[in-house]
C-alpha cells in the first residue's frame, strides 16, 4: 500500500508534471501527498551553479545576490504551483495522519542543501515522484541519483506529458538480477493495481530461464502477469526497451536502478539513460 508521496517542488515549469503525477498515483489509494521544497543558501547553490568558482570580487557579490534573488523566486513559485494544484483538484491540505476517502496534501519547507533534507524526508514516504533538474536550481546535479541510492525508497520520474492513467498496463524491463527483483517488490501496490503487466526480457543468445518463473510469481499474488521475450539484434537496449513500451501501450516502466558507485558507475548511465531519455511513459526505479 502507498499511503504517503513525497513530491519535490522546485518552483520551475517540470513541477506541474510532477504533481499531477503524483496526483495519478495518489487517487488509486487515496494517498497523501507531501510538497517539500528546500531553500538552498545562496553560497551553497553558488558551489553547485557552473563556472562558479572563477568569479572573483564584485562578480562574486553578484552572483550571490543572484542565488539568493532565485531561490527567493523558486520558493515563491514552489508554493504558488502547490496553491494552485489543490485549489484546481480540491485537494484538503492537512498533515494529520487519519483514514480519508480522498487525496490529501500539505506544504513543506526547509533550509538546507545537498540531498540530505531530501534523503532524510524520503525515508518516511513510500513512494518519491521527482523529475531530473531541467536547470540549475542551486542543489547537487547528481540529486536523483544520490535520492536512489541513499534513501532506500522507489523514486518515479514522470514523462514529458501528464499520464492519463497509470493502472491499465504495466511493463517490467527484467534481468535475472537482484536489482529488478527489488524493483517489483517495491512496485507491488501498483503491480496490483494494473489490469495487464508484461514482463519484459532482452535476449541475445541464451534466453532467460526464469521470466515465465516471475510471471507465475506475479499470478499468484493476483497479477495478470505474461512475459516475452524481444531479441536486441545489436540494437540499444534502453532504446529497445522504450520502444517495445511502445508498442505493448505501457502506462509505466518498472526498472531496476544499477550502480557500484558514483565513481564507478552512474545509475543513470547506459539502459537506464537511455530508457528514461527515449521513453513516452513514466519510469518507476528502484535501487
Given at each position: 500500500?502507498?499511503?504517503?508521496?513525497?513530491v519535490?517542488?522546485?518552483?520551475?515549469?517540470?513541477?506541474?508534471?510532477?504533481?499531477?503525477?503524483?496526483?495519478?498515483?495518489?487517487?488509486?489509494?487515496?494517498?497523501?501527498?507531501?510538497f517539500?521544497?528546500?531553500?538552498?543558501?545562496?553560497?551553497?547553490?553558488?558551489?553547485?551553479?557552473?563556472?562558479?568558482?572563477?568569479?572573483?570580487?564584485?562578480?562574486?557579490?553578484n552572483?550571490?545576490?543572484?542565488?539568493?534573488?532565485?531561490?527567493?523566486?523558486?520558493?515563491?513559485?514552489?508554493?504558488?504551483?502547490f496553491?494552485?494544484?489543490?485549489?484546481?483538484?480540491?485537494?484538503?491540505?492537512?498533515?494529520?495522519?487519519?483514514?480519508?476517502?480522498?487525496?490529501?496534501?500539505?506544504w513543506?519547507?526547509?533550509?538546507?542543501?545537498?540531498?540530505?533534507?531530501?534523503?532524510?524526508?524520503?525515508?518516511?514516504h513510500?513512494?518519491?515522484?521527482?523529475?531530473?533538474?531541467?536547470r540549475?536550481?542551486?542543489?547537487?546535479?547528481?540529486?536523483?541519483?544520490?535520492?536512489?541510492?541513499?534513501?532506500?525508497?522507489?523514486?518515479?520520474?514522470?514523462?514529458?506529458?501528464?499520464?492519463?492513467?497509470?493502472s491499465?498496463?504495466?511493463?517490467?524491463?527484467?534481468?535475472?538480477?537482484?536489482?529488478?527483483?527489488?524493483?517489483?517488490?517495491?512496485?507491488?501496490?501498483?503491480?496490483?493495481?494494473?489490469?495487464?503487466?508484461?514482463?519484459?526480457?532482452?535476449?541475445?543468445?541464451?534466453?532467460?530461464?526464469?521470466?515465465?518463473?516471475?510471471?507465475?510469481?506475479?499470478?499468484?499474488?493476483?497479477?495478470?502477469?505474461?512475459?516475452?521475450?524481444?531479441?536486441?539484434?545489436?540494437?540499444?537496449?534502453?532504446?529497445?526497451?522504450?520502444?517495445?513500451?511502445?508498442?505493448?501501450?505501457?502506462?509505466?516502466?518498472?526498472?531496476?536502478?544499477?550502480?557500484?558507485?558514483?565513481?564507478?558507475?552512474?545509475?543513470?548511465?547506459?539502459?537506464?539513460?537511455?530508457?528514461?531519455?527515449?521513453?513516452?511513459?513514466?519510469?518507476?526505479?528502484?535501487?
Amino acid at each position: 500500500m502507498i499511503q504517503t508521496i513525497l513530491v519535490p517542488a522546485g518552483g520551475s515549469d517540470t513541477d506541474f508534471v510532477v504533481f499531477e503525477t503524483a496526483l495519478a498515483v495518489a487517487l488509486l489509494f487515496r494517498a497523501h501527498l507531501e510538497f517539500f521544497h528546500v531553500r538552498v543558501d545562496a553560497a551553497e547553490a553558488l558551489i553547485c551553479s557552473p563556472h562558479a568558482t572563477f568569479a572573483r570580487g564584485q562578480g562574486l557579490r553578484n552572483a550571490l545576490d543572484y542565488q539568493k534573488q532565485e531561490s527567493q523566486a523558486r520558493s515563491q513559485a514552489g508554493k504558488q504551483h502547490f496553491q494552485d494544484f489543490c485549489r484546481r483538484h480540491g485537494l484538503k491540505v492537512t498533515d494529520t495522519p487519519g483514514w480519508s476517502l480522498s487525496v490529501s496534501a500539505n506544504w513543506r519547507e526547509e533550509p538546507g542543501h545537498e540531498e540530505k533534507p531530501f534523503v532524510t524526508q524520503a525515508r518516511a514516504h513510500d513512494l518519491v515522484v521527482m523529475a531530473r533538474a531541467s536547470r540549475p536550481n542551486g542543489l547537487p546535479p547528481d540529486l536523483l541519483q544520490q535520492l536512489l541510492f541513499g534513501s532506500g525508497r522507489p523514486i518515479l520520474i514522470p514523462a514529458a506529458e501528464t499520464p492519463a492513467d497509470l493502472s491499465r498496463t504495466i511493463m517490467i524491463c527484467w534481468k535475472d538480477a537482484a536489482e529488478p527483483t527489488r524493483a517489483i517488490t517495491a512496485a507491488m501496490p501498483l503491480l496490483v493495481k494494473a489490469k495487464r503487466v508484461i514482463i519484459t526480457n532482452v535476449e541475445d543468445d541464451r534466453p532467460s530461464a526464469n521470466t515465465a518463473a516471475v510471471a507465475h510469481y506475479l499470478r499468484w499474488h493476483g497479477i495478470r502477469a505474461e512475459a516475452q521475450a524481444v531479441k536486441a539484434a545489436g540494437r540499444p537496449i534502453g532504446t529497445l526497451l522504450s520502444s517495445v513500451a511502445k508498442d505493448c501501450a505501457a502506462d509505466l516502466l518498472v526498472m531496476g536502478a544499477y550502480g557500484r558507485s558514483p565513481f564507478q558507475e552512474s545509475v543513470f548511465g547506459g539502459c537506464t539513460q537511455s530508457v528514461l531519455q527515449h521513453a513516452d511513459v513514466p519510469v518507476f526505479l528502484f535501487h
